[in-house]
């Protein structure tokens, strides 16, 4: 069974782009939740995904949005970049709801803002 | 408001030595709590929770509810436990929470 996939791994924008970052979860999973991770701050969730509808949200400001399509493949979407954004984005994806607790995550999406 | 506090970011033992990796949370209900490993160049993953009172690779873990812990323990460390460990906790229907992660070292 194929992983939990992330696109793209590495990304490098300037300050005032947005990015979109898609993931795919392990088939059958209908949840999909977004880790910010930076080395300061550790994981800081951001948000989950379940059945197409956002089911938990994390402490981020506006710029920071996501979307599940029918297949389950989530995107988030960064709008107007800072220097502070740059980090490791994980997804990861859950058969059920992601506070059963057992996440499957991807490679991470890896952003440098300049 | 959910809280994990992982005090040590970098613990360094010698193989063969015993390894506990603390962990203390903040939660106001019935908590679950989670362990979670990052080999190098290797994805996030589960390695326990407490709900299954498991032993997995030689680690264990035990909820204390009443000192609010849930530290990670092996009595033997060997080479290929060095990864980084992440504590994470739900509840109530709320988002997993992680805390900052220790970095364990094992040196022959």
């Known amino acids: 069974k194929a992983g939990v996939t992330q696109t793209p791994r590495y990304l490098i924008k300037t300050r005032g782009q947005q990015v979109t970052l898609s993931c795919s979860p392990i088939?059958?999973?209908?949840?999909v939740s977004w880790y910010q991770q930076t080395p300061g701050q550790g994981l800081q969730f951001l948000f989950e995904?379940?059945?197409?509808?956002?089911?938990n949200k994390g402490n981020f400001p506006g710029r920071f949005s996501g979307r599940q399509f029918s297949n389950s493949r989530s995107e988030m979407n960064v709008s107007t970049l800072e220097l502070g954004d740059s980090a490791l984005y994980l997804c990861?994806?859950?058969?059920?709801?992601?506070?059963?607790?057992?996440?499957?995550f991807g490679e991470g999406s890896r952003l440098t803002v300049l | 408001a959910q809280r994990v506090t992982q005090p040590e970011k970098l613990l360094s033992v010698f193989k063969g030595a015993p390894v506990e990796l603390k962990c203390n949370y903040s939660?106001?209900?019935?908590?679950?709590l989670f362990w979670y490993v990052q080999y190098s160049r290797q994805r996030l993953q589960l390695l326990l929770r407490?709900?299954s009172r498991e032993s997995i690779k030689g680690f264990t873990a035990d909820l204390n509810k009443g000192e609010t812990s849930f530290h990670l323990k092996k009595p033997f460390a060997q080479e290929e436990d060095s990864a980084m460990y992440y504590c994470?906790?739900?509840?109530?229907?709320?988002?997993?929470?992680f805390g900052t992660g220790t970095q364990l070292k094992v040196e022959l």
């Open positions: 994470a906790l739900t509840g109530g229907g709320n988002k997993l929470t």
């Open positions: 088939s059958g999973h209908r949840s």
């Open positions: 995904y379940f059945s197409e509808t956002q089911r």
């Open positions: 990861a994806s859950s058969l059920v709801r992601a506070d059963t607790g057992e996440l499957f």
């Open positions: 939660y106001s209900g019935s908590p679950e």
């Open positions: 407490h709900i």
